[in-house]
């Protein structure tokens, strides 16, 4: 039986197993008797494999294709009296020019999460942080049309490699860390633990794992710390010291929403890819499965309340009331940048949320069918473009066009993904549709990136403006405690009661003055 493994930069690499099991061949033997031969004449081309033995009747044949396959095919393999087929997937070999890019696109990667993780900080100070939202909402979404499982032209997979990388990426994976000992022990213990646990060939083209520790160990910790961190601050304000600190009440607030809230609506995509993928091989056979099993339930369960509980907050007030500056203070971010119109408008951001959840759950499940994973998408798209230019104006009239257009952008692109199912045997076909997807989405990225540092320019400009806006906040409310402090101080002291009784001793008279605390005045 022979059975695709994965697709790497040089061929496509399968896995080949020999039956009945008592032939189990040393590997000269193999190679010698072994013949591969193109099923269809002319479909594949010329070709180079190599053999290697990994156990009993088990073998790797890494197959190498000189010239790009445009349509799905099938060779033959014979050894001996054993036969079997050899299906080879569309594959776009890359021009050397490709090739050369292709070296930089580390490099570049490295540059472009660099850049995005830095600016968090510095938007989220400057209050110009709605753009950096949209742009890590487009990386997230347009970044897993890479494991569509459609044979991309090589340009297009290119840039979408280049948004592979995620902000997260930069924090330690501590559960991954404490449980490696347990995964090295079932890939040793079991020889066909490698092709149970694969996720989508997609996936292990790009080295991803199916476990739940793995993927989503460095989420599920973020979404657990903020947490605890939350409750720590609490308990601290409910001291006599720190119950009425400015401090201590924003640090509440801006943790509360801005970083618990917030992080989850920019991380539950992520997130909800790792418990897809868990899903897929759900089971209970050894501990380490055990363990992303249960994490994976559970960061489920915290998924679906958490989307609750942020709708139940969104449903509960009108637009008028989350216009009130003490109500966007704490629930602001959940439709920061947004002009609150409709009645569906305060809905945007997690309406993104529903779109890359829906995103990751086609590539995990439906790998079989490529239709229904784009399919779908461009519906939801197409419904996306029309909620936008009906539903959703934001605060900065400029913002409201550039995101609009990237939505456009996006839909084309996913239109063109739609051609390549359907496609002619002509390469110029196939490489006009790759370059109109790059086309629309460096464009729709370019603009987004542009917009964010322009506006990081002008918040920067305003900066001194807003730090003395925050000083005299600051002031305002310490004016506010010692006034209410002295009132407090002087109701207290004319409430005082105080009696006096005169009080005689030999050679001196003296008044006992007793209140709260007595006091003995001599005269």
């Not at 994976?296 to 907050?313: H, N, P, Q, Y």
């Not at 890359?356 to 519906?379: H, T």
């Not at 197409?382 to 952008?409: G, H, T």
């Amino acid at each position: 039986m022979v059975q695709y493994l994965k697709a790497t930069d040089l061929g496509h690499q399968y896995s080949m197993k020999l039956s009945p099991g008592p032939c189990d061949l040393d590997i000269k033997t193999v190679r010698r008797y072994l013949k591969i031969t193109e099923e269809v004449e002319g479909a594949v081309g010329s070709f180079t494999y190599e053999i290697t033995k990994t156990g009993k009747c088990q073998y790797f044949v890494d197959l190498v294709l000189d010239d790009t396959v445009l349509e799905a095919s099938t060779l033959d393999v014979k050894l001996s009296y054993l036969k079997g087929t050899m299906p080879v997937p569309k594959k776009f070999v890359p021009s050397p020019a490709l090739q050369e890019i292709a070296k930089m696109i580390p490099t570049a990667k490295t540059v472009f999460t660099g850049s995005v993780s830095g600016s968090i900080f510095v938007t989220v100070l400057m209050g110009a942080s709605a753009s950096l939202w949209s742009v890590i909402s487009f990386q997230q979404f347009v970044g897993y049309f890479i494991y569509i499982n459609i044979e991309f032209p090589f340009q297009t997979e290119l840039f979408l490699m280049l948004l592979q990388s995620s902000i997260w990426d930069i924090l330690p994976n501590p559960l991954s860390s404490l449980l490696s000992s347990l995964s090295e022990n079932i890939l040793k213990e079991d020889a066909n633990a490698v092709t149970i646990y694969d996720p989508p060939a997609k996936f292990v083209k790009y080295e991803m794992s199916s476990f739940f520790v793995e993927n989503g160990g460095t989420i599920i910790a973020v979404n657990l710390i903020f947490p605890v961190i939350l409750w720590l601050i609490i308990g601290l304000r409910r001291t006599k010291w720190l119950k009425e600190s400015y401090i201590m009440e924003k640090i509440e607030g801006v943790l509360r929403w801005n970083f618990i809230a917030r992080s989850f609506l920019e991380n539950g995509i992520p997130l909800s890819l790792a418990i897809f993928l868990q899903f897929r091989i759900m089971g209970f056979n050894n501990l380490y499965l055990t363990l992303c099993c249960a994490f994976a339930i559970f960061s489920f369960l915290l998924t679906v309340g958490v989307i609750v509980a942020l709708c139940f907050v969104l449903k509960k007030r009108n637009n008028q009331q989350l216009k009130k500056s003490h109500i966007e203070g704490v629930y602001g971010t959940l439709y920061e940048g947004i002009v609150l119109t409709g009645g569906s408008s305060k809905y945007y951001h997690l309406v993104i949320l529903f779109r890359g959840i829906l995103m990751v759950c086609l590539v995990s499940f439906f790998e079989a069918i490529p239709l229904f994973q784009i399919a779908p998408l461009i519906l939801f798209n197409a419904s996306f473009v029309y909620y936008m230019f009906k539903e959703v104006p934001f605060e900065d009239p400029k913002l409201s066009k550039i995101v609009r257009v990237k939505e456009i952008f996006i839909l084309c692109a996913e239109l063109c993904i739609f051609c390549l199912l359907f496609g002619s045997q002509s390469r110029f076909y196939y490489d006009l549709i790759g370059y109109l997807v790059l086309g629309f989405l460096a464009t729709g990225l370019a603009i987004e990136v542009i917009y964010m540092f322009a506006l990081q320019i002008i918040a920067l400009k305003n900066l001194p403006k807003n730090i003395k806006k925050m000083w005299k906040d600051i002031k305002e409310f310490w004016n506010k405690k010692t006034k209410k402090s002295s009132i407090q101080a002087k109701h207290r002291l004319e409430t005082t009661v105080i009696k006096i009784r005169p009080h005689y001793t030999s050679g001196e008279s003296s008044l006992n003055i007793s209140s709260e605390n007595q006091t003995m005045i001599k005269f």
